[in-house]
């Protein structure tokens, strides 16, 4: 089983900065794309930066300059560092992957979504 667990969300100030991980575990043979969307409330849930397997990333232009998406392939893990925080950045963000993953000599390739992690900014 496959799962992606999110951590690093919290209440943060007006232009302070929070740190999102998420890593991925079970049976995995490797990840593609990897990447952060959001959803505030009463809103489509959104993309906010993916990053590939080789490190080719892109963001939405609400968060360029201000957001860095990273990876660690070795951990299977996806960074999303986030400064200069704004109110409007306020929502649950969710981590997803592309993942080839399976056991038993049975692998395929799936879309995984974590749980989510509340980040409200707020003064």
């Known amino acids: 089983q496959v799962q992606l667990v999110e951590s690093g969300g919290g209440l943060v100030q007006p232009g302070g900065s929070l740190r999102l991980s998420c890593a991925a575990s079970g049976s995995i043979s490797s990840i593609n794309v990897m990447g952060w969307y959001r959803q505030a409330p009463g809103k489509q849930r959104e993309l906010v930066a993916r990053?590939?397997?080789?490190?080719?990333?892109n963001y939405a232009d609400s968060v360029k300059g201000r957001f860095t998406i990273s990876r660690d392939n070795a951990k299977n893990m996806v960074l999303l560092q986030m400064t200069s925080l704004k109110a409007e950045d306020t929502a649950v963000y969710y981590c997803n992957a592309d993942i080839i993953g399976g056991g038993g000599g049975s692998f395929s390739l799936r879309n995984y979504w974590g749980q989510g992690t509340q980040v409200t900014v707020s003064s």
């Open positions: 990053i590939t397997s080789g490190g080719i990333t």
